[in-house]
């Protein structure tokens, strides 16, 4: 008889000790969880949220956005002027917009925007125009070319490719509006209506605004930062 009780004790011992295992287990899984979900809420979700769409597809995620700001910061004639920082991410967001309903508009009419465009417009802002006179050498020039252009990406901060993306959504809008009647006026006109036609939008929240300049601000060199614009 005690022989029984002592094994049904024992028993009764062992569940209670496995239900204090698991619920141990599980208390540690929900103290580990609960960061990792902070986590991604926090960082993995608003850097990947849809700032650009058109027709439900996304053409520009929140990350995207806070590199392109700071790469249009970086670009500016005075990169420590922070004053117009705080349009910047619906200019930059709309800009994208733009670019992408264009380049759906120049495949269509047969307009592109080649390398050796972009070549030539950088070659023209860090390529030394010869003197009268001058016999450097094409070698010579193209040496210092390539040196004051990879000087000018290394202080700003930018890549190659990054600054020839800038300059290729210029072009672009330029080869687009050659081929209208009206220019400026025409294309904007046309943008104006496909942005309807194609339900091209930026959503860009006031939460996600701020979310996006803190990570803006939190990228760009310390010493673009000024009392201006900290106030």
């Known amino acids: 008889m005690n022989q029984g009780r002592s094994e049904l004790d024992a028993n ?3 569940r209670r000790s496995r239900w204090a295992l698991w619920g141990a ?6 103290i580990i969880a609960i960061p990792g979900y902070v986590y991604f809420q926090q960082v993995v979700v608003p850097g990947n949220r849809t700032v650009v769409s ?8 929140t990350n995207e956005l806070v590199r392109a700001v700071v790469v249009g910061q970086m670009l ?3 990169p420590t002027d922070l004053s117009g920082l705080g349009a910047a991410p619906y200019l930059v967001a709309d800009t994208a917009l733009n ?5 759906a508009e120049a495949a ?3 307009v592109a925007v080649t390398s050796a465009d972009i070549d030539a417009v950088v070659k023209t802002q860090f390529r ?3 003197q009268v006179g001058d016999d450097t050498l094409d070698a010579e020039l193209d040496r210092l070319y390539r040196e004051s252009y990879t000087r000018f990406l290394a202080e700003r901060g930018v890549t190659d490719d990054e600054y020839r ?11 687009v509006a050659a081929t209208m009647p009206g220019a400026t006026t025409e294309l904007d006109h046309w943008l104006s209506e496909r942005r309807n036609d194609q339900q091209a939008q930026v959503n860009l929240s006031s939460a996600v605004y701020a979310w996006v300049l803190d990570e803006v601000r939190a990228s760009l060199p310390r010493n673009t930062t000024n009392e201006q614009e900290q106030q």
């Open 54 to 61: 058109i027709d439900g597809r996304q053409v520009l995620s």
């Open 25 to 30: 287990l599980i208390g540690i899984a929900v």
């Open 12 to 14: 009764d011992h062992s």
């Open 165 to 175: 993306h800038v300059i290729a959504q210029t072009l672009l809008r330029d080869h």
């Open 76 to 78: 500016v004639a005075d």
């Open 99 to 103: 670019a992408e309903l264009l380049r």
């Open 108 to 110: 269509a009419r047969g």
């Open 128 to 130: 030394p125009a010869p």
